[in-house]
């Protein structure tokens, strides 16, 4: 799978990505020296983390009988010490529904094995960065 950012248009910061059949706009905040029209990057890896807790959550639940009725994952980022190499975020979990203390349990161990979380936090990423065939269309 291919993920696309291009500009859009000539002037400004904003960019579109291309995920599939799907389109977010990203930007960089007013302070970045963007428009903030849309999110930026950091934005939208601290959210992958956010969205890969609430569907494992969710897909777990659903495949356990756990009467989980709503989700919501929170995802708070400290960058003050990225620049020396830690990144921090701090995810906070509500789930709705009539759950035991065991279930609750049973999901907050299970949010904390979310792929993406273990992809920030086990794997080496390796990236190679090149140029494209021909110029931008």
Same mark, same amino acid.
């Given at each position: 799978?291919?993920?696309?950012? /291009?500009?859009?248009?000539?002037?400004?910061?904003?960019?579109?990505?291309?995920? /599939?059949?799907?389109?977010?706009?990203?930007? =960089?905040?007013?302070?970045?020296?963007?428009?903030?029209?849309?999110?930026?990057?950091?934005?939208?890896?601290?959210?992958?983390?956010? =969205?890969?807790? *609430? &569907?494992?959550?969710?897909?777990?639940?659903? #495949? /356990?009988? @756990?009467?989980?009725?709503?989700?919501?994952?929170? !995802?708070? #980022?400290? =960058?003050?010490? %990225? #620049?020396?190499?830690?990144? #921090?975020?701090?995810?906070?979990?509500?789930?709705?529904?009539?759950?035991?203390?065991?279930?609750?349990?049973?999901?907050? /161990?299970?949010?904390?094995?979310?792929?993406?979380?273990? &992809?920030? +936090? %086990? !794997?080496? +990423? %390796? @990236? %190679?960065?090149?140029? *494209?065939?021909?110029?931008? =269309?």
């Amino acid at each position: 799978m291919t993920v696309t950012v /291009r500009r859009n248009g000539s002037s400004g910061t904003a960019h579109t990505l291309q995920i /599939r059949g799907h389109a977010i706009t990203i930007d =960089a905040s007013i302070a970045g020296g963007g428009t903030d029209a849309g999110p930026e990057p950091h934005d939208l890896y601290d959210a992958a983390l956010a =969205a890969c807790k *609430a &569907l494992t959550m969710l897909l777990y639940a659903q #495949r /356990r009988g @756990i009467p989980v009725e709503d989700i919501q994952v929170d !995802v708070d #980022r400290d =960058a003050s010490q %990225e #620049r020396q190499g830690t990144y #921090r975020l701090s995810a906070r979990l509500q789930v709705g529904g009539a759950l035991s203390d065991a279930q609750r349990d049973e999901l907050l /161990r299970v949010a904390g094995k979310c792929p993406v979380h273990k &992809l920030m +936090t %086990e !794997v080496k +990423t %390796e @990236i %190679e960065t090149g140029w *494209a065939d021909g110029p931008a =269309a």
